[in-house]
């Protein structure tokens, strides 16, 4: 059985295959077009898909789109009503457009499906699923358990925003909901805005820029805008909050609770305040995630838990509910976001509307497997593709054994130069995990400064995570379980920590930020935190034997690990998209596949400035 998922017209559009239960195939529509979180309909990740299946879209049994377009265009109408007359301007403006993409969305994508083959059956095989059910499905069905509790929180699906499903073998229900405009990612999102960074992705700024600041707002947040019930049920109290009928996320009342207007985005001047409202609002996310999870795990007695939706990318909260112990064991849906529901609602249709059962597991070292194949489910390309693409391009480069890429590159890595490393398939989700990543040496002071403004030309306090050997993990953080996909935060290991001096830990705010607090300082956060991926041998082997021979050479298991892309440009996907990142920053090094390529042998005509080639993020 072919099943088509496909996610659009919100964020993050993408596309997944699933073949009788597998994930043969998923990616975002960004890395085909180059526009970040592309929201159109996705054509490229839906060709790539299905040439990857070596299938037409006429040999699917369904194609499900993830969310139901109807009760979305219905939670925004009800929403209007209820406010009235507050909104009429914005209603006036979007009402427009929701008729055409909301209300009339079907029609929509039966145009652009017919537009890929005018004879599919889209009368017959056009499904659609709820947002938090493909969320659900995307969480449970991959991962390694039988059965599970499936926790989802985001900004607002067609009316949820936060939603409990119980998952046994091929059967998944939704047991308990929180509507709209209740929502956490809401929550988390108006605090992002405030700061000053852009709604749907700024979230990872507000999240690192935490730990340099205190949570002196937290008790203002619970008391004014958030009413938390001990189970950790929540409703948010809306007279400070202007995204159910207006064109911000934060209102005046806002504003003078927090003692001034929002920070303007194009400014570069962050204080202390922005820093204490980050570290804020990020411990009463954790304190919300974590009364939820002890109360769930006491209601249904169940040892694992799953977890999607864009509140799951909050890696710290993670690690932090991890840590608690409430459930034994904790998977993450490495895409927990919005393309992660394409497959979902794949997932979905499969289990539940064709009544499937799910694909077999196999075992590995720590424990059963999930069934993401590491998160390495794009397109990936032959050695003479690469050889002729790099080639067209004018690049200079040599071709070497795959043993001599391994010893070159983990060289360059012990001589502090910065590698671009792109091989195999491209990573389904928002993390790069050694299949498009920028690598450094995690021993050097300067690498995190060198990488953030010279290389990803991004805000300098923005930290860096270590891909760590899975056998060595426990050596050097407090942690000891998988995490492939860069979704859990824990703490640098004692023995590797470096003490501050007493001057040192007075200092305050960004003024931390160049103070070496471990052996491995690129990748050690302020709070002595890192946030960890677990590589493994069997998902990949190339990147695995990186960072081993790296380890020969110094001691080191670890690398760090940023994506391959600059600060607002989506991760690179082609041969031809890491040669010209490569060209625009100051990366040293560039492998893809067994081509390996030194700056200082390239045509500086082909230099690019990438500064300014795209958005901020």
Request: aromatic share 10%; hydrophobic share 40%; proline share 5%.
């Amino acid at each position: 059985m072919k099943i088509l998922g496909v996610s659009a017209f919100y964020h993050d559009s993408a596309a997944a295959l699933v073949v009788d239960g597998e994930v043969v195939s998923a990616a975002q529509e960004e890395r085909f077009t180059r526009k970040k979180q592309d929201a159109a309909f996705p054509d490229n990740a839906i060709e790539y898909c299905l040439n990857a299946g070596g299938a037409n879209l006429c040999d699917m049994d369904a194609v499900v789109f993830y969310d139901k377009p109807f009760l979305k265009f219905e939670r925004l109408l009800e929403t209007y009503l209820a406010f009235t007359p507050r909104g009429y301007k914005s209603f006036a403006m979007a009402i427009p457009i929701w008729l055409k993409e909301k209300l009339f969305q079907k029609d929509v994508l039966r145009k652009a499906f017919m537009g890929f083959d005018e004879n599919f059956d889209w009368q017959n095989k056009l499904l659609f699923s709820e947002h938090h059910m493909s969320h659900a499905a995307s969480a449970f069905y991959p991962s390694p358990y039988e059965e599970a509790v499936v926790l989802t929180m985001d900004g607002v699906g067609e009316w949820a925003t936060t939603s409990v499903a119980i998952g046994k073998g091929k059967d998944l229900k939704v047991v308990k909901e929180i509507h709209f405009p209740h929502s956490l990612g809401l929550l988390y999102s108006a605090l992002t805005y405030y700061i000053g960074f852009k709604v749907n992705s700024g979230e990872y700024k507000v999240m690192g820029l935490a730990p340099y600041g205190e949570p002196i707002y937290a008790d203002l947040i619970l008391d004014k805008l958030v009413d938390l019930k001990g189970d950790g049920s929540f409703r948010l109290n809306q007279d400070y909050f202007d995204y159910c009928t207006g064109l911000t996320m934060t209102n005046a009342k806002f504003d003078d609770l927090f003692g001034g207007p929002p920070r303007q985005p194009d400014s570069e001047l962050l204080v202390q305040k922005h820093m204490d409202i980050a570290a804020s609002i990020q411990g009463v996310t954790e304190t919300v995630m974590l009364k939820m999870t002890r109360a769930l795990a006491a209601e249904f007695d169940i040892p694992n838990l799953c977890l999607a939706g864009g509140v799951a990318l909050n890696c710290v909260g993670n690690g932090k509910v991890l840590r608690d112990r409430a459930f034994k064991n904790i998977w993450v849906q490495p895409a927990a976001g919005d393309a992660g529901g394409a497959l979902g609602a794949a997932m979905y249709a499969h289990h539940l509307y064709f009544d499937q059962d799910r694909a077999s597991r196999t075992t590995g070292k720590n424990g059963p497997n999930d069934t993401m194949q590491g998160g390495y489910l794009g397109p990936e390309y032959e050695q003479s593709d690469i050889e002729t693409r790099l080639r067209d391009m004018g690049a200079k480069f040599d071709v070497l054994s795959s043993a001599e890429v391994t010893d070159a590159a983990a060289a360059a890595l012990a001589d502090e130069q910065a590698v671009g490393w792109m091989q195999g398939r491209m990573e389904f989700g928002p993390r790069a995990l050694g299949a498009r990543s920028i690598i450094g040496d995690p021993r050097s002071p300067s690498m995190q400064k060198t990488l953030n403004l010279k290389v990803k030309y991004r805000e300098s306090f923005r930290p860096f995570a270590p891909s760590v050997l899975r056998e060595d993990v426990g050596e050097w953080f407090d942690h000891e379980a998988d995490s492939p996909y860069m979704l859990m935060v824990a703490n640098v290991k004692k023995n590797h920590q470096r003490e501050m001096t007493e001057a040192e830990s007075a200092l305050f705010g960004i003024e931390k930020l160049n103070i070496p607090r471990s052996n491995i300082p690129a990748v050690t956060h302020v709070d002595y935190s890192a946030r960890i991926q677990t590589v493994h041998e069997d998902t990949n082997p190339k990147y695995h034997a990186l960072i081993k021979r790296f380890k020969e050479l110094t001691g080191c298991p670890i690398v760090v690990n940023t994506s391959f892309n600059v600060r607002g440009e989506p991760i690179v996907c082609t041969p031809e998209d890491a040669f010209r990142c490569f060209m625009g920053t100051e990366l040293d090094v560039l492998v893809v596949g067994d081509c390996y390529l030194k700056k200082v042998d390239q045509d500086p005509a082909f230099k690019l400035d990438y500064k300014e080639a795209f958005e901020l993020d």
